[in-house]
């Protein structure tokens, strides 16, 4: 995380939790670049909404 902003998820840990929870690998590989994406986007909107440097829980 950059101060006030979101740029990425860790790649490794999330592949990890799709292996560890039987997402086939194809299947990561399609949608999480996608996810990741979107879930980049609206953290870094709701952290520009709030002027916040962090998230909120």
Known sequence: MLPGAVIGWDMSAALALGDALGVP??????????IEAVMVRKLNEELAANGAPGVRP
Do not use: G, N, R, Y
């Not at 299947?27 to 996608?34: I, K, N, R, Y």
């Open 25 to 34: 690998p194809l299947a990561m590989a399609e949608l999480l670049p996608v």
